[in-house]
């Protein structure tokens, strides 16, 4: 990659231990990893996205050692939860321990934690020996990365490093739960691991915000995700706009009729939901940059990770 040479491991470990900040590939998206521990670090993680303080940030860990450091009171619910999902894109927001610093859970009493499904990020984690925070590696708002070149676009000059682990397998972000209630499981934020298969393993789970609604939860803005474009999402059989309008569409599944759009993206030819995630992001990148006046976007069904695609749609193309 021209301009860019990608760290190693324990380069990026050497760097978060002396309180740098390291981008770094998970499966879902890449993050941008600072010590969880070191609330300098932590704080110039906010300054380096333009990310407002009072959105608390996902503590990343490698073994449940780590999570103990974190969270106390463990319930019956959330070791199934881990049992179930870990590692891998679920996110569990639990009773915070008081070291927890404050900037990272954004004055909270509660703390966000998972253990991602990537050896990379497993390595950074244990060379680092702490556990390491891990908003996206974008500006706040933005698209998120889901390879190496989109973080070094956005945020090359700001950080110490990046590390590379290719495109990321998931490519949405995690699902968030709270178990702050062990009595009441709530969904904060659709994502990685489906409603269908939490309700699986847990039985009934609340699902606070109404379709399409902003959640009630601290950080999450229904203006998020967003391409610099204005982005829509059609509505039945919309044609393409004409009248000089250079628009792009954003296809679920092969598109009938493409004609009078500039630019197509197809998430997923076949029309499968976890190919649609992990491309989403992607061709959001690749329509924002191809210098369109508007992106029409597909819905998709609102069934496993269609939920969390739409609702990163809904929220791209909120005002
Ligand atoms: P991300 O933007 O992907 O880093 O995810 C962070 C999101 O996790 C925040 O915007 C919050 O909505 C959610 N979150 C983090 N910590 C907590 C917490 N203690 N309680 C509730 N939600 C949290
Ligand atoms: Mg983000």
Known sequence: MAGFTPISPEQGAGIIREGGLVAFPTETVYGLGADAFNPRAVARTF????????????????????????????????????EAFWPGPLTLVLPKRDTVPHIVTAGLETVAVRMPAHQVALQLIRLSQRPITGPSANLFGRISPTT?????????????????????????????????????????????????????????????????????APGMLLNHYSPGTPLR??????????????AGLLAFKSPGNSQGYEAVEVLSREGDLQEAAA??????????????????????????????????????SAK
């Open 233 to 246: 999402i059609l509505e039945g059989h919309q044609k393409a706009p004409s009248g000089g309008c250079r």
């Open 148 to 216: 190496a070149r989109h973080v070094h676009d956005q945020l090359g000059d700001r950080i110490e490093g990046i590390l590379d682990g290719g495109p990321c397998r998931v490519g949405i972000e995690s699902t968030i739960i709270s178990l702050a209630d062990p009595a009441q499981p709530e969904i904060l934020r659709a994502g990685g691991v489906s409603v269908e298969e939490i309700r699986d393993v847990i039985g009934p789970v609340r699902i606070p915000h109404g379709r399409g609604g902003p959640v009630q």
């Open 47 to 82: 300054q380096v996205k333009e990310r407002p303080l009072f959105d608390p940030l996902i503590v990343h860990v490698a073994e449940m050692g780590d999570l103990d450091a974190l969270a106390h009171g463990l319930s019956h619910l959330a070791s199934r939860l881990i």
């Open 279 to 316: 491309n989403l992001f992607a061709a959001l990148h690749r329509l924002d940059g191809a210098g369109l006046d508007l992106i029409l976007a597909e819905p998709v069904p609102r069934r496993g990770l269609g939920l969390a695609i739409m609702d990163r749609l809904e929220r791209a």
